[in-house]
């Protein structure tokens, strides 16, 4: 954390280090940073993040945060949410990119575990409001739709929409 203090002074180099010396305490770097963004979004309302902020959580293993801190994971997401419109997909491109890690990661569990364990597909059983998505948009007339959509109230939901869309 009091690497951090001064984290908008500080090189892509000693970035980097911060990231290092965590290694996979993952969690400090997390808090520490969303902590910061808060207190930027209390202070000067909805702007950009901090540059330091967004490389850290560019190059953070976030699936690392997802597996041991859900809690903070989510609450890093909901801090997030007071970010601007223009940061939608950058939002979206780290959620993307913490589940993809974290689905292999779980994919890499061993024959024997693969055969001791049965799958139950939950697809049925948990509604998505985005099953009747038109997949025929193009990515601004998702967006568009998603502004006046109803159904999406929050950057979580518009995320979802977004990566629904796309895979």
Request: charged share 20%; aromatic share 8%; net charge negative.
């Amino acid at each position: 954390e009091k690497y951090l203090e001064n984290a908008d002074r500080l090189s892509t180099q000693k970035l980097d280090m911060v990231i290092e010396l965590a290694g996979c305490e993952v969690e400090c770097v997390v808090q520490t940073v969303s902590n910061q963004l808060l207190e930027v979004l209390k202070v000067q309302g909805s702007i950009n993040i901090p540059v330091s902020c967004e490389y850290l959580l560019d190059n953070l293993n976030l699936s690392l945060c997802f597996t041991s801190n859900r809690l903070l994971f989510d609450q890093l997401f909901a801090t997030l949410e007071g970010l601007p419109d223009e940061k939608i997909r950058w939002c979206f491109q780290l959620l993307s990119k913490s589940n993809k890690i974290v689905s292999l990661d779980d994919c890499a569990a061993t024959a024997s575990e693969v055969r001791s364990t049965t799958v139950v597909s939950r697809c049925n059983n948990i509604p998505n409001i985005y099953h009747d998505l038109d997949f025929n948009l193009s990515f601004e007339e998702l967006l568009e739709w998603i502004s006046v959509s109803e159904d999406v109230t929050s950057l979580m939901m518009a995320i979802e929409a977004v990566y629904t869309w796309y895979w």
